[in-house]
């Protein structure tokens, strides 16, 4: 994907503090943010793309940076709208007190 679309590996950023997919988000802003990032690319599965959408507005749209979806072809159903919704709170709870929530998030 990144090769095609021109893109150096020197600019990837892989983060492997992350416990979920609001995590992802909360541990990698300040980051981001202290780099002067402004526009960011998230590239995962079709499946799970409104959910991440949904996070990165709430988390990064907080910060000021923009992103990019890229969607890569899966083979699973989309994620329901409340497993959406639930993380779009949990994004709404971190903002408010800089805590995830990360205990509300189901196992399956």
Known sequence: ???SAGISTSRLYFDQRATDTVTNFTTVVSDLKRRGVQHVYIVTSDYHM?????IATVVLGSQGITFTAIKVSGEHRQESKLRVLRDV???AVWLMTGRTGASL???S
């Open 1 to 3: 994907i990144f090769q």
């Open 50 to 54: 409104p959910r991440a959408e949904a």
């Open 89 to 91: 709170g949990r994004s």
């Open 105 to 107: 998030r189901s196992r």
